[in-house]
C-alpha cells in the first residue's frame, strides 16, 4: 500500500471517527493538510467504495461472522468428525515413509 493510499485511508478514519460523511472534497482537505501528495483518482475511489457504509461498524466487526459460525458447525458437526475417524487412521498408515527406509532429509 502507498503512502498516499495510506493517507486516504487514514483521512477516512478520522471523518469516520468525528461522525462526518466521507466524501471526496474532505480527504482531499485531509491529505493536504497534513502535507501528502495524493492523485486526485483516488479522492474518488476511497469516496464511493466508503458511500453509505459506517466504516466504524465495518472495524468493530471484522471477525465476529466467523467467531459465531465456529460455535453452530461445533456442534453440529461432532457427528461428521465420529465418521471421520476411522478413515483418517487408513490415511496415515498409507502415507508413511517408514516403511521405505529412508525419510526426507535423510
Known amino acids: 500500500m502507498s503512502i498516499a493510499e495510506?493517507?486516504?485511508?487514514?483521512?477516512a478514519l478520522?471523518?469516520?471517527?468525528d461522525n462526518v460523511a466521507i466524501t471526496a472534497d474532505k480527504l482531499e482537505?485531509?491529505?493536504?493538510a497534513a502535507g501528502v501528495e495524493v492523485e486526485s483518482i483516488y479522492f474518488n475511489l476511497?469516496?464511493?467504495a466508503?458511500?453509505?457504509k459506517d466504516l466504524?461498524?465495518?472495524l468493530l466487526n471484522v471477525g465476529s461472522s466467523?467467531?459465531?459460525?465456529a460455535p453452530a458447525a461445533a456442534a453440529g458437526g461432532a457427528a461428521a468428525a465420529e465418521e471421520a475417524k476411522p478413515e483418517e487412521?487408513?490415511?496415515?498408515?498409507?502415507?508413511?515413509?517408514?516403511d521405505m527406509g529412508f525419510g526426507l532429509f535423510d
Open 50 to 52: 466508503f458511500e453509505g
Open 56 to 58: 466504524n461498524e465495518l
Open 14 to 17: 478520522i471523518l469516520a471517527d
Open 89 to 98: 487412521k487408513a490415511d496415515e498408515e498409507e502415507e508413511s515413509d517408514d
Open 29 to 32: 482537505a485531509i491529505t493536504k
Open 46 to 48: 476511497f469516496a464511493k
Open 66 to 69: 466467523a467467531g459465531a459460525a
Open 6 to 11: 495510506k493517507a486516504i485511508v487514514y483521512a
